[in-house]
């Protein structure tokens, strides 16, 4: 019985942590545009994810894009921290808000994807973020919401 309790609590603690389709894609299309400016490929990281899953659920929740959280981890590193990333030179995030123009984009993760690392090379602050050759490791996360909104949160660091 007791390995029957500890196999559903692995089960049930994974379903957590799971990456979507549209997470890779993002995190493999900022790394080849990292590597086609001449910067080195992060390194995937649960704990960013975590962080940042938890950040793309508040902006959805509250129908808002913001870098900051009006409850316990107002801010990019707090979250980092409560995921137990700790020890970290710098840091930095980007999110985005996409509003799909067609059902084929709200259901096609490659345009999604598309569009989510376009409105951040498209700014300026975002793409120096995304280009910033300190930063070693990355967590994305991306949830659609009420077939209008997609949110993304990608949160760097250098470790």
């Known amino acids: 019985m007791k390995k029957l309790m500890f196999i559903l609590v692995l089960l049930v ?3 957590g942590h799971s990456q979507t389709e549209l997470d890779k894609l993002v995190f493999e299309k900022v790394n080849q545009y990292r590597v086609s400016k001449g910067v080195k490929k992060l390194v995937w990281c649960d704990k ?3 962080a940042s899953k938890q950040h793309s659920i508040y ?8 870098h900051n959280e009006n409850n316990d981890t107002p ?3 707090s979250r980092l921290k409560k995921h137990n990333i700790n020890y970290i030179i710098s840091y930095g995030e980007n999110c985005a808000q996409i509003i799909p123009e067609t059902d084929e984009e709200y259901f096609s993760n490659d345009i999604l994807s598309t569009l989510i690392v376009n409105s951040w ?6 793409n120096k973020i995304m280009l910033n ?6 967590g994305i996360s991306c949830i659609k919401h009420d077939m209008i909104f997609v949110y993304a949160t990608i949160d760097f660091y250098q470790k």
């Open 75 to 77: 801010t990019v590193i």
């Open 133 to 138: 050759p300190n930063f070693t490791d990355t």
């Open 13 to 15: 603690s994974g379903l």
């Open 59 to 66: 902006l959805k929740n509250n129908e808002e894009i913001s």
């Open 121 to 126: 090379k498209k700014s300026p602050p975002h």
């Open 48 to 50: 960013a994810f975590n």
